[in-house]
């Protein structure tokens, strides 16, 4: 076979195998793990503490039946003064009240999610927050992250503002005015949910997120909803071919290796009336 035949070879397998690539963006909610098997959730608080007023996990409006009552705005039913998650919010959410109690008298509660971001790149950490209270200066919460089990680094850092003041309003359009506001990034919150995105910038196979809080009162509420990581997958799919093509290019491949073999063949009879 000379070089133009190999060329020719080349080219047909080339079509044949040819593949496609294919970006996608891939969305995670960190609130409802089990519906992916990327997702592996853990969070030794939940059900943990003894009290109903106090909680550190997942919870479901008309679902759960624990949640803590600074977490539920119940102010357009009956007297109520606090609370986030109004009677219509029936999406999952996870609820932070009280995790310094009796059950917990001096440590950090924590919650992790494990995502596999396998080929994913440009991820982001999505989250809308909400607090409710008057916070003291011990009272804080941590969203970071680690890939590959190197160090975390840190996303979300939520802090009290000793100087400050918040406005809330509940559900019965009544205002309820409350010193030392919970902050991220220097953004106040108040009971109505606010948008965050934070990229991370590095890449790999394993993402771990973690949640990690420490709040000392009934009386203030933190909430976490619409908590997604997303990233753009790049995939290549390779194309089976079908027997009708496969059929086409033999038949193409026949007739050019012809017409090679003729012009070969009369470039030789010249040569011999030559000599």
Same mark, same amino acid.
């Not at 609370?83 to 996870?94: D, E």
């Given at each position: 076979?000379?070089?133009?035949?190999?060329?020719?070879?080349?080219?047909?397998?080339?079509?044949?195998?040819?593949?496609?690539?294919?970006?996608?963006?891939?969305?995670?909610?960190?609130?409802?793990?089990?519906?992916?098997?990327?997702?592996?959730?853990?969070?030794?608080?939940?059900?943990?503490?003894?009290?109903?007023?106090?909680?550190?996990?997942?919870?479901?409006?008309?679902?759960?039946?624990?949640?803590?009552?600074?977490?539920?705005?119940?102010?357009?039913?009956?007297?109520?003064?606090?609370?986030?998650?109004?009677?219509?919010?029936?999406?999952?959410?996870?609820?932070?009240?009280?995790?310094?109690?009796?059950? !917990?008298?001096? $440590?950090? *509660?924590? &919650?992790?999610?494990? #995502?596999? @971001?396998?080929?994913?790149?440009?991820?982001?950490?999505?989250?809308?927050?909400?607090?409710?209270?008057?916070?003291?200066?011990?009272?804080?919460?941590?969203?970071?992250?680690?890939?590959?089990?190197?160090?975390?680094?840190?996303?979300?850092?939520?802090?009290?503002?000793?100087?400050?003041?918040?406005?809330?309003?509940?559900?019965?359009?009544?205002?309820?005015?409350?010193?030392?506001?919970?902050?991220?990034?220097?953004?106040?919150?108040?009971?109505?949910?606010?948008?965050?995105?934070?990229?991370?910038?590095?890449?790999?196979?394993?993402?771990?997120?973690?949640?990690?809080?420490?709040? !000392?009162?009934? $009386?203030? *509420?933190? &909430?976490?909803?619409? #908590?997604? @990581?997303?990233?753009?997958?790049?995939?290549?799919?390779?194309?089976?071919?079908?027997?009708?093509?496969?059929?086409?290019?033999?038949?193409?491949?026949?007739?050019?290796?012809?017409?090679?073999?003729?012009?070969?063949?009369?470039?030789?009879?010249?040569?011999?009336?030559?000599?």
């Amino acid at each position: 076979m000379n070089q133009f035949q190999l060329k020719i070879t080349a080219t047909l397998f080339t079509c044949l195998l040819a593949g496609k690539s294919y970006a996608s963006l891939i969305s995670y909610d960190l609130l409802t793990p089990n519906s992916s098997p990327h997702i592996s959730y853990a969070n030794p608080f939940t059900d943990a503490f003894s009290s109903n007023a106090d909680g550190f996990q997942i919870y479901q409006r008309n679902v759960d039946l624990n949640i803590p009552n600074a977490l539920l705005d119940n102010s357009d039913i009956g007297a109520d003064s606090l609370g986030i998650i109004t009677r219509t919010n029936t999406q999952a959410f996870f609820g932070i009240v009280d995790t310094v109690n009796l059950n !917990n008298p001096s $440590n950090d *509660a924590v &919650a992790s999610w494990q #995502v596999d @971001i396998t080929n994913l790149t440009a991820i982001k950490l999505l989250i809308d927050m909400a607090a409710m209270g008057d916070f003291e200066s011990s009272d804080e919460f941590e969203w970071r992250y680690s890939i590959d089990n190197n160090p975390f680094s840190s996303l979300f850092q939520g802090v009290s503002n000793l100087d400050s003041q918040q406005s809330y309003r509940l559900k019965d359009n009544s205002l309820k005015t409350l010193n030392d506001p919970m902050t991220v990034n220097s953004i106040l919150l108040s009971n109505q949910f606010t948008a965050f995105s934070s990229s991370i910038l590095d890449t790999g196979n394993l993402l771990t997120i973690e949640l990690k809080a420490n709040a !000392n009162s009934d $009386n203030e *509420a933190i &909430a976490f909803q619409n #908590v997604f @990581i997303q990233g753009v997958s790049n995939t290549v799919t390779v194309s089976e071919p079908k027997s009708f093509v496969i059929m086409i290019f033999a038949l193409l491949f026949f007739t050019v290796s012809q017409v090679l073999f003729r012009q070969k063949s009369g470039g030789d009879n010249r040569m011999c009336f030559k000599a």
